[in-house]
C-alpha cells in the first residue's frame, strides 16, 4: 500500500493503463492534470467545448479499442453527455469524468449548479457517483471493465466537487492496478457447439445466402475470417456502415453496403437472399433499411456478443452469443468443406446486379462538371488514400456518399464513421489522429458538419495533429432539400433557401486562419495534386472541395430489381 492522494491515483492508473491522451474544458481535475505533466506522457488536449472533448475520446476509441477519456466540470457535464450520444450508438468505449455537487451546496442554488447526474443514465452503460476516495480504484475499475467488456460503450463517473475536486484532493492508501492496456474485446465468449450446429445447418440448406459483416467484426478483429467463411461457402458478402473496412472493396464477393446509406445493387440482392448472416450487427433500422431489407419473414443466423440482439427484429433467426471471430471460427470448424460451385448462379446474380449500379452511377463518377459532383469526390478520395489512410467519415450526406461511392481496398486502410451525430467526424478525427500517429487520418464531411466544431481546428493547429480533413463543400444543408420540396407542397418556393443556403464562404482561408493549411479545389482535375501536397505538411490541411449543391444523395430502397 503506498500513501498518495486521489489525483495522484487517477494519474497513475490511467498511465498504467496506457492510456495516451485526455480531452477536456478546463476546470476539471485540476490536480490530476498537473500530476499527468509531471508523472507521464499524456497528453492533455484542452478542446473548445465539452462536446467536441467526447467526440475526440470517442474517435480515440474507435481508432485504438481502448478507452478514450474525456473530462468536464460539473458546469459543463450536461454538454459533454449530450457527446456521449454518439458513442452510446457507436459502442465505443469511452470514460467520461465530471465533477458534482458538494455535499453543502446540492439544492442550493448555488452558481451554475444543476443535478447533471441523470443527464448521463441515457447515454451510458453505466453512471456512479463517488462520493469518497477510497471508492475511487474499485468504482474506476468497474467503469472500465463496463466500458469494454461484451457490448461496448460510453460510462460516467461523477467525482464529488464541482471540479471533481473534493476526491482529488483526498488521501488513501491504496496499490495501483496491474499495469497494461485495457481494450475491447476484453473478454473472448465462445458460441455453445450446439447454436454452431443449427447455424452451419441453416447455412447448408439455403440456396441464395448473403453474409453481412457488421461493427462487431470491427471491434473483434474478425474481418479475415469473414471473409474466409464468404469464400468458403462462395457467398456474397456485404458489411454494415460500421463494418465497412472489414471487408476489400475490390473482393470479387463484396456487393457493398445495404439498407439507407446504400447501394441499390446490395439491397436488391439481400431481398433476393433465402438466409442472411448477420455478423457483429445490430440489425438496427439504418442497415437494414427500417426492417424492410431483408423482408421480416426472411431467415437469419445472427452471430453478435449481445444477446438481447438476437431475433430482435427477425423472428425465424438462429441464434449464437459470441464474440465474432471465436464465431466465425467455430463455423468455419462446423461447415467443412463446402461445394461453393453450388451458389454459382447465385454469385452470377449478385455479379450482374453489382455491375448494374456501377453502369448507373458511371457518369456521375467520372463527371467532370464544375461544382464538382459528390459522386466523383468519393469515388476519386478512395483511389487516392495512402495505403495506411483512416478515414472519418461524418454522418448525413458525407455518410451516404462514403458508404456508396468511396472504397477501400488496401489491408491497412480503414473507415470510421459517425453513428448518427453530425459534425462529429472533425474533432473524432482529432482523437484518432492522436491515438494513431502511424495511420494518416483522412476526414470526410461536409461545409454544414464542419461549422458545428470549426474553431477545433486550432486545438489541430495547436497540437499539430497532422490530419487531412476533406469538405464536400455545397454551401449548405442540401440533405433538407427532399423534405422542405415536401413540406413547401411539391417544389421550393417563397423564401425556402433560408432553411437550407449558406453564405459562399472560401473554407480554405478560414482554415488558415486558424492555424491550419487550407486548399482550396473547384475542379475535379485539381483533387488529386490538394492531396499529394496535402501527404507533404507537417500538420494539418484542410481541404475545400467546392460541389453541387443541387447534388443529393439517393436513399436506400426495398424494391426489387427485374430480371
Known sequence: MTRMTGAEYLSRSLDAWEVEAVFLVPTSLSATLVTMERETSIKRIVTHGEKAAAYMADGYARATGKPGVCMAQNIGAANLAAGLRDAYLGSSPVLALTGGPYEWSRGRNYYQEIEDFPLFKPVTRSSRQVFDVSRLPDQLDQALRDATTG????????????TGDT???????????????????????????????????????AERP???????VRMSGAGPEVVALAERLGAPLATSLNGKDTVPADHPLAIGIPGLYARASANQIILEADLVVYIGSQTGSQVTLTWQVPAPSTAVVHIDIEPKELGRHYPRTTPVVA?????????????????????????????ELGARWRASVAELEDSDAAPMRPERLARDLGHLLPDNALVVSDTGHAGMWTAAHLDLAKPNQGFLRAAGSLGWGLPAGIGAQIARPDLQVVVFTGDGGLFYHLSELETAARWNVPLTVVVNDNR??????????VAYGGSLNGRHHELWHFQDIDLARVAESLGVTGIRVTRPQDLEPALARATEIDGPVLIDVVSDIE?????????????
Open 323 to 351: 464474440d465474432a471471430r471465436l464465431g466465425v471460427l467455430a463455423l468455419l470448424e462446423a461447415l467443412g468443406d463446402v461445394d461453393a460451385a453450388r451458389l454459382a448462379s447465385w454469385r452470377d446474380r449478385a455479379a
Open 551 to 563: 447534388a443529393v444523395a439517393p436513399k436506400g430502397s426495398a424494391q426489387r430489381a427485374g430480371a
Open 151 to 162: 457490448k461496448p460503450g460510453p460510462v460516467h463517473l461523477e467525482l464529488a466537487g464541482h
Open 167 to 205: 476526491i482529488e484532493n483526498q488521501s488513501f492508501d491504496v496499490e495501483l492496478p496491474t499495469p497494461g492496456a485495457r481494450r475491447t474485446p476484453a473478454f473472448r465468449i465462445a458460441p455453445e457447439p450446439g447454436a454452431i450446429q443449427a447455424a452451419a445447418a441453416a447455412i447448408r440448406a
Open 476 to 485: 449548405s444543408l442540401n440533405q433538407e432539400i427532399n423534405p422542405y420540396t
Open 210 to 216: 448473403v453474409i453481412l459483416s457488421g461493427g462487431g
